[in-house]
């Protein structure tokens, strides 16, 4: 089912938690793989995030993409070499909505 253009997050799911401290140097190719896989959509100014997150059940990758073509870019993802050798999964979702902070970030209080 083709949903035409939006905007896209993906979470990238890896082998372990500690993924992101222990990697092999095999592994650390492959992400480097990934991350060029990437590329031509920071490039292009169609990512609108991408990068390692850390939380307290571990370490995960997080990607917001605007994309003309759902169907596209889930083969793009599909394509992305973290998923073709099999050390991890991308899960892709539509952005239903949000907020996109429009310019600087001002001092706020947070209390």
Do not use: K, Y
């Not at 990437?38 to 571990?58: C, H, K, N, S, T």
């Amino acid at each position: 089912m083709n949903e035409g253009a939006g905007t896209f997050v993906f979470r990238l799911i890896s082998p372990r938690p500690t993924f992101v401290f222990d990697m092999s140097d095999d592994e650390r190719e492959i992400m480097a793989q990934h991350a060029a896989h990437w590329q031509p959509l920071i490039d292009a100014g169609r990512m609108v995030f991408f990068g390692p997150v850390l939380d307290d059940a571990g370490s995960w990758g997080l990607g917001v993409v605007e994309a003309e073509d759902a169907d596209e870019i889930r083969a793009f993802a599909a394509r992305d070499p973290v998923v073709t050798t099999g050390i991890g999964r991308i899960e892709l979702g539509r952005m239903l909505g949000g907020f996109v902070r429009p310019g600087e970030p001002a001092a706020a209080a947070l209390g």
